[in-house]
């Protein structure tokens, strides 16, 4: 076993060899000095990991970086770009179905927008691939836009001549504060409520209490203005002649507002409901005569109603029940 060795110094005032003592001066400066060399130890291995090692975190980090400068701006302009024409058309849209319907459209669909940031986070082998999807779907959609406006102009083209057709169209509801339940009984093969026989219903029979207001669905002209006190057929009632081969008839109302003659407008109040001639109950029964024949009144009844609400009506309509008259 090894004897640690002692070591002695000559100490020339007292002229002898004495053991050798360690200085508190001694120690700390061989503490500072290991202490530096352990940090440039350390310093030196952080240098070394960061700029000459990289680990499998660093590597896929780096390449994210790598693909966000390349594809940022882009992705940001294809994204711009793209929800900027989806917004123009949801625009273009909303104004076209306004004007023709008289009614706000009812979105189905919950806003499609790109989120911009979350691309922007997304996996870096799946970002190229999203921006090259995002850039052609804008194209495809750019593409379909074009198509379908051009095959929309082409067949729903207004003429000046067209004018004046398309506002004698019959297209609001002809009573005051109408909703869709209202309709009890719709066009074509009913019952008769009074020999409970099958007939043709001209007509559509609106349920309202009496005294609502009956109002012209378009501009026209009092052709007819009927009052009769008859218990049997059409009552008190109106025609109204539209222009354009379309005319309107009002029937079993309790009192006439207009007379033959008066020009009306859309909206105009023209009678009041109520239950005079055949019928059996307070209702409004209302036709539409196209050049001489008699049409289904509910396909013309669509401003101020949704998609949602016109669907309802239509399946109420066709209900084969018990007409009112």
Same mark, same amino acid.
């Given at each position: 076993?090894?004897?640690a060795?002692?070591?002695?110094?000559?100490?020339?005032?007292?002229l002898?060899?004495?053991?050798?003592?360690?200085s508190v001066?001694?120690?700390?400066?061989?503490?500072?000095?290991?202490?530096?060399?352990?940090?440039?130890?350390?310093?030196?291995?952080?240098?070394?990991?960061?700029y000459?090692?990289?680990?499998?975190?660093?590597k896929?980090?780096?390449?994210?970086?790598?693909?966000?400068q390349h594809? &940022?701006?882009?992705?940001?302009?294809?994204?711009?770009?793209? !929800?900027?024409?989806?917004a123009?058309l949801?625009?273009?849209?909303?104004?076209?179905?306004?004007?023709?319907?008289?009614t706000?459209?009812?979105?189905?669909?919950?806003d499609?927008?790109? #989120?911009?940031?979350?691309?922007?986070?997304?996996?870096?082998?799946l =970002? %190229?691939?999203?921006?090259?999807?995002?850039?052609e779907?804008a194209?495809?959609?750019?593409?379909?836009?074009?198509?379908? !406006?051009?095959?929309?102009?082409?067949?729903?083209? *207004?003429?000046k001549?067209? +004018?004046?057709?398309?506002?004698?169209?019959?297209?609001?509801?002809?009573?005051? #504060?109408?909703?869709?339940d209202r309709?009890?009984?719709?066009?074509?093969?009913? *019952?008769?409520?009074?020999?409970?026989?099958?007939?043709?219903?001209?007509?559509v029979?609106?349920?309202?209490?009496?005294?609502?207001?009956a109002?012209a669905?378009?501009?026209?002209?009092?052709?007819?203005?009927?009052?009769?006190?008859?218990?049997?057929?059409?009552? !008190?009632?109106?025609? +109204? #002649?539209?222009?354009?081969g379309?005319?309107?008839?009002?029937?079993?109302?309790?009192?006439?507002?207009?007379?033959?003659?008066? &020009?009306?407008?859309?909206?105009?109040?023209?009678?009041?409901?109520?239950?005079?001639?055949g019928? *059996?109950a307070?209702h409004?029964?209302?036709e539409?005569? &196209?050049?001489?024949?008699?049409?289904?009144?509910?396909?013309?009844?669509?401003? %101020?109603?949704?998609?949602?609400? =016109? #669907?309802q009506?239509?399946?109420?309509?066709?209900?084969?029940?018990?007409?009112?008259?």
């Open positions: 076993m090894a004897v060795e002692t070591k002695f110094r000559y100490n020339p005032k007292t002898r060899y004495e053991r050798a003592s360690v001066v001694t120690i700390a400066l061989h503490g500072f000095g290991y202490l530096v060399l352990g940090g440039a130890f350390f310093v030196g291995l952080v240098i070394l990991q960061n000459f090692v990289e680990t499998p975190l660093e896929e980090l780096r390449a994210e970086n790598a693909a966000l594809y &940022k701006v882009v992705l940001t302009s294809s994204l711009q770009e793209s !929800n900027q024409r989806i123009n949801k625009t273009e849209d909303q104004a076209l179905y306004e004007q023709l319907f008289e706000k459209l009812i979105a189905t669909n919950p499609s927008k790109v #989120d911009k940031e979350e691309i922007l986070r997304a996996e870096p082998e =970002f %190229g691939n999203w921006e090259t999807s995002t850039r779907q194209e495809l959609l750019t593409s379909k836009a074009k198509q379908r !406006n051009i095959a929309f102009s082409e067949s729903a083209h *207004i003429y001549s067209d +004018i004046a057709a398309i506002k004698s169209l019959p297209t609001i509801a002809p009573v005051a #504060d109408f909703k869709v309709l009890v009984s719709g066009f074509g093969k009913r *019952i008769n409520p009074f020999h409970k026989g099958l007939y043709h219903h001209d007509g029979d609106i349920a309202m209490p009496s005294g609502t207001e109002v669905t378009a501009n026209g002209t009092i052709i007819k203005a009927n009052q009769s006190s008859l218990v049997a057929g059409f009552g !008190n009632y109106l025609e +109204i #002649d539209h222009g354009n379309i005319i309107t008839r009002y029937a079993h109302l309790a009192e006439l507002k207009v007379r033959y003659g008066q &020009k009306i407008t859309k909206g105009q109040v023209i009678g009041i409901v109520g239950s005079t001639g019928s *059996i307070p409004l029964h209302y539409i005569i &196209k050049n001489g024949k008699s049409v289904n009144p509910v396909y013309y009844i669509i401003a %101020g109603l949704s998609s949602t609400e =016109f #669907d009506l239509l399946s109420f309509s066709i209900k084969e029940n018990q007409s009112l008259d």
